[in-house]
T-cell receptor, first 115, second 117 residues
Framework: ETGVTQSPTHLIKTRGQQVTLRCSSQ?????VSWYQQALGQGPQFIFQ???????GRGNFPPRFSGLQFPNYSSELNVNALELDDSALYLC??????????????FGEGSRLTVL | AQKITQTQPGMFVQEKEAVTLDCTYD???????LFWYKQPSSGEMIFLIY??????QNATEGRYSLNFQKARKSANLVISASQLGDSAMYFC??????????????FGTGTRLQVTL
């Protein structure tokens, strides 16, 4: 177990709705990142939060947004859901100051289905 | 241009045999790191091994070793003495350059490994 927990594990939404996914980072980690993994694909980087601020973003539209809280837990919000948003959403935590070898610890993901 | 290429969608290996999973990468950054992750059906990405671009020796972690050939831009994962529990998806990933986005990894499309009796 990595100590990173995500909720909910599964959820179903309809097109146009909004969704919030939650992540609890491993204790002592100051960085959280979110990834989207479509079926049969590798994960794609959405964004990273470091000390409660977004400081890196992948090729995702603004309707994907996030928050990181003082206790380093995090939320991913997706507005105006589209069918292509159906995917496994993975949260990863790390301690950034350990430089490029800092290992990412992933949760088990939240599987979102958009109908 | 695809930055991480895994050309083997699926591989079979017999229990106790060794298997090599291929990974090639593309970057112009002299500083980068290469990772291998295992993803069982539960969905969690499990870190296996890391190789830094300036590391002189190939990384090893237990039954996992990374065959790093910098000039060929390849970072193949070797699993020795395969076990049934090794059956999973395996992803190669790369982190480039500065630590500004230290947790931004670029993943390949993965290789599904099946270990048979």
């Amino acid at each position: 177990e990595t100590g990173v927990t995500q909720s909910p594990t599964h959820l179903i939404k309809t097109r146009g709705q909004q969704v919030t996914l939650r992540c609890s980072s491993q204790s002592g980690h100051n960085t959280v990142s979110w990834y989207q993994q479509a079926l049969g694909q590798g994960p794609q980087f959405i964004f990273q939060y470091y000390r409660e601020e977004e400081n890196g973003r992948g090729n995702f539209p603004p309707r994907f947004s996030g928050l990181q809280f003082p206790n380093y837990s995090s939320e991913l919000n997706v507005n105006a859901l589209e069918l292509d948003d159906s995917a496994l959403y993975l949260c990863a935590s790390s301690f950034q100051d350990r430089g490029p070898t800092g290992e990412l610890f992933f949760g088990e993901g939240s599987r979102l289905t958009v109908l | 241009a695809q930055k991480i290429t895994q050309t083997q969608p699926g591989m079979f290996v017999q229990e106790k045999e060794a298997v090599t999973l291929d990974c090639t990468y593309d970057t112009s950054d002299p500083s980068y790191g290469l990772f291998w992750y295992k993803q069982p059906s539960s969905g969690e990405m499990i870190f296996l091994i890391y190789q830094g671009s300036y590391d002189q020796q190939n990384a090893t972690e237990g039954r996992y070793s990374l065959n790093f050939q910098k000039a060929r831009k390849s970072a193949n994962l070797v699993i020795s003495a395969s076990q049934l529990g090794d059956s999973a998806m395996y992803f190669c990933a790369m982190r480039e350059g500065s630590t500004g986005t230290a947790s931004k990894l670029t993943f390949g499309t993965g290789t599904r490994l099946q270990v048979t009796l």
